[in-house]
């Protein structure tokens, strides 16, 4: 599955000045031992609405052997990128945030699965070693610190994981 928080701003010079929010998607799976695999991790911002559709596009393709469902928050702007995303054959969910699944809700769920050694970082090349560093160091900073799109992301592809109750061979 593939879990995305989508951010609003374009303007790559205001995005980094203001420090804006984060376009982030998530592709994990789950094998048949019940671990969860990070298959990859797409972060940037300062990105137009296309640059993003195609972001989550490219991502679906390169994993779609493992991909059931895309889940993207329906938010305000995300419902724009849903609404086209559906319009197309990819297999895309919105996802509502409400009380019940909001991150400081559902960041207890992550640490569980952490603790029981229940996912899976991959690490073993700078991409990858970069791409988690930036998770690891929001999830310890959370929730005082600047940003939280990696985890948000993260929780969505979670959940997704979660209800489709699909397992793969890795």
Known sequence: VCGWDLSIEADKKKAKSKDTDYTVGWCIARDKNGKIWV???YRDRG?????IMNAIVSMY???????KEIWVENNSFGAIHVQQLQRT?????????TAKNALRNSIHHIA???ENELIRLPYGDNYCQNKIDIFCD?????PLGAHDDT???F???????????????I
Not at 47 to 51: K, L
Not at 61 to 67: F, G, L, P, R, T
Request: proline residues 4%; hydrophobic residues 45%.
């Open 39 to 41: 298959l990859d991790m």
């Open 47 to 51: 990105i137009t609405q296309q640059e």
């Open 61 to 67: 393709e390169k994993w779609q052997e493992y991909i």
């Open 89 to 97: 054959s990819l297999p895309v969910k919105p996802v509502v945030m």
């Open 112 to 114: 569980v699965l952490f």
């Open 138 to 142: 929001e999830a310890v900073a959370y």
């Open 151 to 153: 985890l948000a992301s």
């Open 155 to 169: 929780t969505h592809a979670l959940s997704a994981v979660k209800k489709v109750g699909n397992t793969y061979s």
